[in-house]
């Protein structure tokens, strides 16, 4: 089915190690963005990207990185995971001038 | 900086009772969603304002928009279990970029 595909669905980290959560679409959509929820924090937008090769930082950036060498990946970087980056993380995507954000299904990270 | 402010919280109530969320935002916005989420899932999208004085409705569920008071609320008519989760307002400066998210508010329908 179309839509946005998160991987992995879960993961635990030790401090200081790193890891790529992956974002891929299929609908050839230009605009992607990464957020975390935390609990009484609503959803906060770490990084986005308006079409490939172009990506911008959000409300809470510190301690990612992303690229965007493609329209259909968006990945997220943790170069040295912290425990205050134990979150779950949804990427999101929309058409330029579409009306409605697609989710994927989460990846709920754990750092110990 | 844009701000997002949803009240209540937290909502508890009865089951055939009517409720209001309210959405508040700081700064002119394109366009406003509502989401809905349950525990370990995703966000489902209810729905999606673009325009002052829109209104829309699903089931017991109407959302409206005032831009000139940047409110937007939720309105619940005769609850039903089913209705609990948390719901999100979510607002869009750019045009579909990106989104800043209320708080959330968790509501709860009790028999």
């Known amino acids: 089915n179309a839509g946005v595909t998160q991987t992995p669905k879960f993961q635990v980290l030790k401090t200081g190690q790193s890891m790529t959560l992956q974002c891929a679409q299929d609908m050839n959509h230009e605009y992607m963005s990464w957020y975390r929820q935390d609990p009484g924090m609503g959803l906060r937008l770490i990084h986005y990207s308006v079409g490939a090769g172009i990506t911008d930082q959000g409300e809470v950036p510190n301690g990612y990185n992303v690229s965007r060498s493609t329209t259909e990946d968006f990945p997220l970087r943790l170069l040295s995971a912290a425990p205050s980056q134990t979150s779950v993380y949804f990427c999101a995507s929309i058409q330029t001038g579409g009306a409605g954000y697609t989710f994927g299904s989460g990846t709920r990270l754990t750092v110990v | 900086e844009l701000k997002v402010e949803q009240n209540p919280l937290f909502l508890s109530m009865q089951e055939g009772k009517n409720y209001t969320i309210y959405c508040n935002y700081s700064t002119t916005s394109d366009r406003l969603y509502w989401y809905r989420q349950d525990p370990g899932k995703s966000l489902e999208s209810l729905f999606v304002l673009l325009s002052n004085g829109a209104v829309k409705q699903e089931g017991r569920l109407m959302a409206s928009l005032d831009t000139k008071a940047r409110l937007s609320t939720l309105h619940i008519t005769a609850a039903v279990h089913d209705l609990s989760a948390t719901y999100f307002c979510?607002?869009?400066?750019?045009?579909?970029?990106?989104?800043?998210f209320g708080e959330g508010t968790q509501l709860t329908v009790n028999p």
């Open positions: 979510a607002v869009d400066m750019t045009s579909g970029s990106r989104l800043t």
